[in-house]
């Protein structure tokens, strides 16, 4: 079903842009971004929330903190 919309030419231009770099044609661009505000995809952040699982947002963070060592490197432990 046709549907025409409105749109300031500013952001008119910024959806072009944003679809030629997607190598996207406007009208797939805006199609795939109404699919994602209604939530029939999941987007990037959804997507790491589910593989998440079972932690919470505070659990995460505390598993990070926990694990922060292992990102350090001590020079000495690599001669």
């Given at each position: 079903m046709p549907l025409s919309l409105r749109i300031?030419?500013?952001k008119e231009g910024m959806i072009k842009s944003a679809?030629?770099?997607a190598k996207k044609t406007k009208?797939?661009?805006i199609l795939e971004a109404v699919d994602e505000?209604?939530?029939l995809v999941k987007n990037r952040e959804k997507v790491i929330r589910g593989l998440a699982g079972w932690l919470s947002h505070a659990e995460a963070?505390?598993?990070r903190k926990?694990?922060?060592v292992f990102n350090q490197v001590i020079?000495?432990?690599w001669d």
């Open positions: 300031p030419s500013k679809a030629v770099k009208s797939a661009f505000k209604l939530g963070e505390e598993l926990a694990t922060e020079e000495g432990d």
